[in-house]
C-alpha cells in the first residue's frame, strides 16, 4: 500500500500518537543516513510515514540536521507527499501563541547548511521555488482544517534563522521589515531540498512563543518550556488538521 502522506515532527513533536501497526524503518541514503528512524504506520486506513526531524531524543540542532538525508530517506520509503509540522515564534499580530498557521512563503536567513542535491558532479538543478510550498498540497491542508473545525491561518511568510539560539529584537525587527510572519529554525534548506527532491511539501506551522519582541510584553524572555507547553496544546487540533488530510 503507497504511503499517502509522511509527516516530519518538529520540537515537541517526536511521535504521532495516532500511528497503528508501526513498523520502523531504518534507510540509508547517498547522503547518509536520517534524523532517526522512520516510523511507518497507519491513520484510519491510510499510510502514514513520521520522522522526527531533530531526533526521537532531540538530540539534533537545527544547524547539525541531515535534511537531505531526511526527505530522501522518506523519499526512499515511498512518501510523495511531505506534511512539515515546524514549532516557531510569531512575529506579526494574527500569529500569536497557539496559532497554527500554513505559510504560503519563506526568506532563508541560514547559513553553511547544505542546501542542494547538486553537488560532486552530478546534474545541475535550479529547481523553480516562487511558491516554496506545493500550492495543492498547501489548499488541502486548509480544506482539511476548516474541515476538522481547526482555526488555521491561511499564508504568511516563514523567516528560517540559523539558530539555535533565538533571535535578538532587532533580528526580529528586520525580519518584521522583510515581511516575514514566522520565526523557525528548520524550514530551511528542507523546502528547498523537497523540491530539488520532487516532494510535495507544505508547512504546518505551530506558533509556540511570540518571537523576541514582538509580542504584548516586548521584554518577555521566552522559554523552553513555554514553547513546549503551547506545542503540547496544539497537538490535539494538529492531529485532527493530519487525520483530515488523509480523509480526502
Ligand atoms: N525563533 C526561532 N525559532 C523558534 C522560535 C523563535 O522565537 N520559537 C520556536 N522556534
Known amino acids: 500500500m503507497a504511503i499517502e502522506l509522511a509527516v516530519i515532527g518538529g520540537t515537541g513533536v517526536y511521535a504521532l500518537g495516532e500511528l497503528t501497526d508501526v513498523e520502523t524503518r531504518r534507510p540509508e541514503t547517498r547522503y547518509g543516513a536520517p534524523s532517526g528512524p522512520i516510523r511507518v504506520g497507519q491513520i484510519d486506513g491510510k499510510r502514514v510515514a513520521f520522522l522526527a526531524r531533530h531526533g526521537e531524543g532531540h538530540a539534533l540542532p537545527p544547524h547539525k ?7 530522501a530517506a522518506l523519499k526512499a520509503v515511498g512518501a510523495t507527499r511531505v506534511l512539515a509540522l515546524n514549532t516557531v515564534g510569531g512575529i506579526t499580530e494574527r500569529f500569536g501563541p497557539r496559532v497554527l498557521a500554513c505559510p504560503d512563503q519563506l526568506i532563508d536567513y541560514t547559513w553553511g547548511r547544505i542546501s542542494t542535491l547538486c553537488e560532486d558532479g552530478g546534474e545541475v538543478l535550479h529547481v523553480d521555488f516562487g511558491e516554496p510550498y506545493t500550492p495543492a498540497l498547501r489548499a488541502q491542508v486548509i480544506v482539511a482544517a476548516r474541515r476538522a473545525g481547526v482555526a488555521l491561518v491561511d499564508g504568511g511568510c516563514y523567516g528560517a534563522t540559523q539558530g539555535p539560539r533565538l533571535e535578538t529584537r532587532a533580528e526580529i525587527a528586520r ?14 534548506p528542507e523546502a528547498g531540498l523537497a523540491r530539488e527532491l520532487g516532494l510535495d511539501y507544505a508547512c504546518l506551522a505551530i506558533v509556540a512563543n511570540w518571537a523576541a519582541g514582538a509580542g504584548p510584553d516586548a521584554d518577555e524572555v521566552i522559554t523552553l518550556q513555554d514553547v513546549l507547553d503551547n506545542v503540547t496544546a496544539a497537538m490535539g487540533d494538529v492531529a485532527k488538521v493530519v487525520q483530515a488530510l488523509l480523509a480526502d
Open 65 to 71: 540536521i541531515n535534511y537531505r538525508a531526511n526527505l
Open 175 to 188: 525580519l518584521r521589515r522583510d515581511g516575514c510572519d514566522l520565526v523557525g529554525m528548520t524550514g530551511m
